[in-house]
């Protein structure tokens, strides 16, 4: 059956902050998705997990297992505010240093694959040294990735730096490692296909071989947040048969809490649209 031929992980923001992870746990399986996504942005708390104690992040993992979800995948956004290619020399070593530590208390917990954000910078202009500096230190990264066994991918994000996979295939030819690859968000792409006037499943063929895992989100042109699914324009359906053609079954919903009375609802919903679309594009590809 189709049913278990994918995996459905659901974006740890899609519930309120703080409620602790036996409770994101529970609902994730009582919502109708398979796994958790753990989120470690730029905000202080998520980046302090980096530095639990292995008694910690231990306790997490039993506590999945125990409820039977795995937190299989990562998404790093804390390198927006830290990026591996700043003009300042303080903040790409604080941003190797979150990607050493993200790394490490992945191998840990058992993530497979850590999402990066596919930002040279952020917070600052990007230019010529902005990029050679992410090149250097993204081949550090990967390097380590694989000493752990960990695979580091792409996100295709809402700036012109990587808002394609065939932007973030650039680098991944450069560096040209098992260990890094491309982990779309099939929203952000539909935007950038309106900018370009270019089309998504061209630009999901453009990493063949290379995507791990894809993010199932609602956007519209110029908004890449706080939609309600179904109410956009991500081609869904068009987007997870080309996915699936080339062997993806990783599939994460990527959306958030934004203050709902019916979390669990707004959840289960959610859950049901996406495995609505997933398993109508596998029967089709």
Not at 99 to 110: D, E, N, P, T, W
Not at 143 to 157: I, P, R, S
Not at 236 to 253: F, H, K, N, S
Request: proline fraction near 4%; aromatic fraction near 10%; hydrophobic fraction near 45%.
């Amino acid at each position: 059956m189709v049913m278990a031929e994918y995996s459905l992980g659901l974006y740890e923001k899609a519930m309120p902050a703080g409620i602790g992870f036996p409770a994101m746990l529970e609902l994730t399986a009582r919502c109708g998705f398979d796994r958790l996504e753990i989120s470690i942005d730029e905000s202080d708390g998520r980046l302090d997990r980096l530095d639990w104690e292995p008694r910690q992040v231990e306790a997490l993992r039993s506590l999945s297992v125990g409820v039977g979800v795995p937190i299989r995948t990562m998404c790093l956004s804390g390198h927006r505010r830290f990026p591996m290619g700043s003009h300042d020399p303080q903040v790409r070593v604080r941003s190797i240093e979150i990607m050493q530590k993200a790394i490490r208390f992945s191998a840990h917990l058992g993530v497979s694959i850590i999402q990066l954000a596919g930002y040279d910078v952020y917070y600052e202009p990007g230019d010529a040294q902005t990029r050679a500096y992410f090149a250097e230190n993204l081949a550090a990264a990967v390097a380590y990735a694989a000493q752990h066994g960990v695979v580091l991918a792409f996100e295709t994000m809402e700036t012109s730096f990587m808002d394609t996979v065939a932007k973030s295939m650039v680098y991944v030819k450069q560096i040209d490692s098992p260990w890094l690859g491309v982990y779309p968000d099939i929203g952000n792409l539909q935007n950038a296909a309106v900018v370009y006037g270019s089309n998504v499943m061209d630009d999901i063929a453009s990493g063949a071989g290379h995507l791990f895992a894809a993010h199932l989100k609602e956007t519209v042109p110029g908004v890449y947040r706080d939609l309600a699914f179904g109410t956009g324009h991500t081609p869904y359906q068009e987007a997870i048969r080309a996915l699936w053609r080339q062997g993806v079954r990783m599939y994460t919903g990527e959306f958030w809490y934004n203050g709902e009375d019916d979390v669990a609802d707004n959840i289960t919903r959610s859950a049901q649209f996406l495995r609505q679309r997933i398993e109508e594009a596998a029967l089709a590809a």
